[in-house]
């Protein structure tokens, strides 16, 4: 009888030990607060930690979010956009995993649009320079 009374005390006790070491682990990534997203159109998102911190996960969040924004999608699946942190600082995808946390607020600018080059047809200026087609030489 004691034997087993002793049994149920070391189980009791290696309960109460599991209990513990849970409470000291730290959160899973599915409890660990959530990113907050504000995009290039003023948009909020909150994405879970565990999506949001890998940076394919992250890129496929963003471009899931303007798959049917007409305009700017073909530019954000590009990828041409940057991520910043609370303090205003890009974050590089190399080094996103190192930098993004739990809670942090990050914010989506769009990389401006470089428009082509002006035609110099009209405006006064030379245009480029075209071969001459060989007539021969002219006799008087």
Known sequence: MAEAQEEVAK???MEEYEKNVAKLAPPSDEMKPAVQFLDAIGREFTFPWHLAKSWSAM??????????????????????????GPDGEIMLPQVWEALIEPGMTVKMILWPEI?????????????????????????P
């Open 59 to 84: 890129k496929e969040l963003i471009n899931t979010g303007f798959a049917h924004v007409e305009g700017l999608n073909k530019h954000v699946f590009a990828g041409h956009y940057d991520l910043a």
């Open 11 to 13: 189980e009791k006790g």
């Open 115 to 139: 428009p082509p080059p002006p035609s110099s047809i009209g405006l006064g200026m030379p245009g480029p320079l075209l071969p001459v087609p060989d007539r021969g030489v002219l006799e």
